[in-house]
């Protein structure tokens, strides 16, 4: 587990976290938060900072969106 991954399971706001990556090696990382509060709280943590800072050294391209759920379905069969 990186330091990310880390900051992000102690962090009581965050519901989960989960990171993807496609075989041409693009990754993706979701976080689903539980409040505005707790959105606050992630982005001005400082390990998440530090990250967020180094990003374009590591990655061609880097992207955040922030989305609010709307309505959720959880489908079984």
């Known amino acids: 587990m990186g330091p990310v991954a ?22 993706v990382t979701i976080v689903e938060l539980r409040s505005d509060a707790a959105l606050e709280a992630w982005a001005t943590d400082p390990v998440h900072r530090a990250a967020k800072a180094r990003a374009g050294e590591i990655y061609e391209w880097f992207r955040t969106d922030i989305t609010r759920r709307v309505e959720g379905l959880i489908a079984e069969g």
């Open 6 to 27: 880390g900051a992000a399971a102690r962090h009581k706001g965050i519901e989960s976290y989960k990171s993807f990556e496609a075989t041409d090696g693009e990754r």
